[in-house]
T-cell receptor, first 112, second 110 residues
Framework: DAEITQSPRHKITETGRQVTLACHQTWNHNNMFWYRQDLGHGLRLIHY???????NKGEVSDGYSVSRSNTEDLPLTLESAASSQTSVYFCASSSGANYGYTFGSGTRLTVV | DAKTTQPPSMDCAEGRAANLPCNHS???????VYWYRQIHSQGPQYIIH???NNETNEMASLIITEDRKSSTLILPHATLRDTAVYYC???????????FGKGTRLHILP
């Protein structure tokens, strides 16, 4: 069955380190998205991609980057992790604007 | 995209229909209404969407008023597993990105 997987499920890192969160989908969806979720802020869009080599900034993109070298993967990189980036990160994909998103199970990132 | 307004929380008795309202008075003609839900600590789950006609699927029904300024998501026979935060979202069909609001926290009471 097709799926969308995020790894790792949990990660603890130190301030200043570079961290990459993986998102891999086997739906063959063109569109992929990264969100973060914090208490009091709900889900906020970080970056998104509508296809290979396409990336776009979302609501809260500062300190994050993504790259899309193939259809299946959209890794999220924190260039220099900060405590304010402690959060739960969700990846999602969709086949287009008239379809719903499929979300991954999330990655809980703690920056100490 | 048009803004949506939802009550912060609602209660519903198990086995009864849960009716979740959403106001989107500034919706434009090419914007769709989408509903998602998020069960505690899981990723959000797509439920249903519509433009102006009422829609039904295996999970829920979506009723959109004739002027399209509001809609109601109906869970016909709520169970404890329907306890979640429900998000009503309006977005243009040509633009796939979703901006989530705060949603409605639905409590199903045994």
């Amino acid at each position: 069955d097709a799926e969308i997987t995020q790894s790792p499920r949990h990660k603890i890192t130190e301030t200043g380190r570079q961290v990459t969160l993986a998102c891999h989908q086997t739906w063959n969806h063109n569109n992929m998205f990264w969100y973060r979720q914090d208490l009091g802020h709900g889900l906020r869009l970080i970056h998104y991609s509508y296809g290979v080599q396409d990336t776009n900034k979302g609501e809260v993109s500062d300190g994050y980057s993504v790259s899309r070298s193939n259809t299946e993967d959209l890794p999220l990189t924190l260039e220099s992790a900060a405590s304010s980036q402690t959060s739960v990160y969700f990846c999602a994909s969709s086949s287009g604007a008239n379809y719903g998103y499929t979300f991954g199970s999330g990655t809980r990132l703690t920056v100490v | 995209d048009a803004k949506t307004t939802q009550p912060p929380s609602m209660d519903c008795a198990e086995g009864r229909a849960a009716n979740l309202p959403c106001n989107h008075s500034t919706i434009s003609g090419n914007e769709y209404v989408y509903w998602y839900r998020q069960i505690h600590s899981q990723g959000p789950q797509y439920i249903i969407h519509g433009l102006k006609n009422n829609e039904t699927n295996e999970m829920a029904s979506l009723i959109i008023t004739e002027d399209r300024k509001s809609s109601t998501l109906i869970l016909p026979h709520a169970t404890l597993r329907d306890t979640a935060v429900y998000y009503c979202i309006v977005r243009k069909n040509r633009d796939d990105k979703i901006i989530f609001g705060k949603g409605t926290r639905l409590h199903i009471l045994p």
